[in-house]
């Protein structure tokens, strides 16, 4: 897949780019990144990209000409625009698997107090990588392009690794152990070294249920559960009642 990324800053991308599954899906050809910067299409002196909020107020505004410019030079038809801000939809697994289905993904970063706000009616799309703000969208573009290269295939060293991920099953995943067997007085579940794939299965579908119930109880709204699980959480629910 192509994507695009709009930014004041194309040095930022330089180090997670390079690292990981982006440098791996980029080195294996699924995964083409360009940036565009809107200073390149400043015709002024300065080369102006922001200006003063109208109304006042502290902090200064993306102008909306070199901004739309830069959109403009790389959409094409069936281009996916997503505008980076705090006030967009929540980014979220679902939404890095539906962006790794696009052809062209283009990544616009905002900075300063944000966007002039003719410019949302350029975009498919608003997204925000959490409740806090950052300086720009340049950090949630990184989290972005990470969260898609590893959906891309050949990116990750076990296809099973992804599809196992917590919430791409929904719910959160399950702890891991590796070795020594016993680390500071405390022991491998005998479980995982019984050999016993069945149990070790079902040992941690009943652990991530556990989790989430216990961290984020709504994402167990439309998870379907056995009649034993559902008696296995209720035994949770009730030791955790008694020991408070
Ligand atoms: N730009 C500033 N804060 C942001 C956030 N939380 N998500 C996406 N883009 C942003």
Not at 78 to 102: H, K, N, W, Y
Not at 107 to 129: A, F
Request: glycine share 10%; proline share 6%; net charge negative.
């Amino acid at each position: 897949m192509q994507a695009a990324i709009i930014t004041l800053f194309p040095d930022y991308f330089r180090g997670p780019f390079d690292c990981g599954p982006t440098r791996v899906a980029r080195a294996d050809g699924q995964l083409d990144v360009s940036f565009v910067n809107p200073r390149d299409f400043t015709a002024d002196a300065h080369r102006t990209v922001d200006d003063y909020p109208f109304g006042g107020g502290a902090g200064m505004v993306l102008k909306p000409e070199p901004l739309s410019a830069a959109i403009e030079s790389i959409r094409r038809p069936g281009s996916m625009i997503v505008l980076l801000s705090p006030q967009g939809d929540r980014f979220c697994q679902p939404m890095a698997e539906e962006f790794s289905r696009t052809g062209h993904l283009v990544l616009v970063c905002g900075r300063y107090k944000g966007v002039d706000e003719r410019i949302r009616t350029m975009v498919d799309r608003e997204v925000s990588v959490g409740d806090y703000v950052l300086a720009g969208g340049e950090a949630a573009a990184v989290v972005i392009v990470e969260a898609i290269a590893r959906l891309l295939p050949g990116a990750v060293g076990h296809e099973d690794s992804v599809s196992t991920d917590s919430f791409s099953v929904g719910i959160l995943d399950t702890p891991y152990y590796t070795r020594p067997r016993e680390f500071r007085g405390s022991a491998v579940p005998e479980v995982l070294v019984s050999g016993d794939h069945a149990s070790v299965g079902r040992w941690r579908r009943e652990q991530a249920l556990k989790i989430t119930a216990q961290r984020r109880p709504e994402l167990l709204r439309d998870e379907v559960l056995t009649e034993s699980e559902r008696e296995f959480l209720c035994r949770e629910l009730e030791k955790e009642v008694l020991n408070g």
